[in-house]
């Protein structure tokens, strides 16, 4: 079974400083992973996706993410945060197609002027 | 274009009614989605159709029952409503898993639901 753990409930950074979103991830095979987002009563957004092609993911609105098999991470990374960067972020894992996406509790990025 | 709508956007009623809410998606896939996001933003999936054929039912009570009546919706039915079912529920929708030539599952979601029990 898979699950995903996101190690940040809360991450609050300054305007044009980087961000950090870390997860680590379970699978009992090789994984699809998926970085979410939703703004405050918003539906939810894809930015990025991995499905064992490049493991260095790039996203939407300057966002990427590594895949790391050897320490089961797929953290998010941005180099400058904006403040429209000012979301919930949702790491979400899918063993295989036909199973389903399993989602981590969430990290709550804040974005300080 | 709205790929993936649901209505109504907001839902208020009281315990015990049952109430309906829609879902449709205009982007060809043939599988939809209901997952339910509590108070804490924690989201799980609920319930899980292909070509309008059941696949997942998570532990959910018998009062929430899917309905579709074709591939583009997805219509989520809840009877004898309690103060715990208060959340935000979201429709999405993929392709079917495995169709894309990877086993992987990109899903689209609709902007979500937002019910209040009183």
């Known amino acids: 079974a898979q699950s995903v753990t996101q190690l940040d409930s809360h991450v609050s950074v300054s305007e044009g400083t980087p961000v950090l979103l870390r997860c680590n991830y379970s699978s009992s095979y090789s994984p699809s992973l998926f970085w979410y987002v939703q703004h405050p009563n918003k539906g939810l957004q894809l930015l990025l996706k991995y499905t064992s092609a490049a493991t260095l993911v790039k996203g939407i609105n300057g966002f990427e993410a590594e895949f790391k098999k050897s320490e089961t991470s797929f953290h998010l990374t941005k180099p400058s945060a904006h403040m429209s960067d000012a979301a919930e972020y949702f790491c979400v894992v899918s063993d295989r197609g036909n199973t389903p996406l399993v989602f981590g509790k969430g990290t709550r990025l804040s974005v300080i002027a | 274009d709205t790929a993936v709508s649901q209505t109504p956007k907001y839902l208020v009623t009281q315990m015990g009614n049952d109430k309906s809410i829609k879902c449709e998606q205009n982007l060809g896939h043939d599988t939809m989605y209901w997952y339910k996001q509590d108070s804490k933003k924690f989201l799980k999936i609920m319930f899980s159709y292909n070509n309008k054929e059941l696949i997942i039912n998570e532990t959910v009570p018998n009062r929430f029952s899917p309905k579709s009546p074709d591939k583009a919706h997805l219509n989520l039915h809840i009877n004898s409503l309690e103060l715990g079912d208060s959340a935000v529920y979201f429709c999405?929708?993929?392709?079917?898993?495995?169709?894309?030539?990877?086993?992987?599952?990109?899903?689209?979601f609709g902007p979500g639901t937002r019910l209040t029990v009183l």
């Open positions: 999405a929708s993929s392709r079917t898993p495995g169709t894309s030539g990877r086993f992987y599952n990109e899903q689209f």
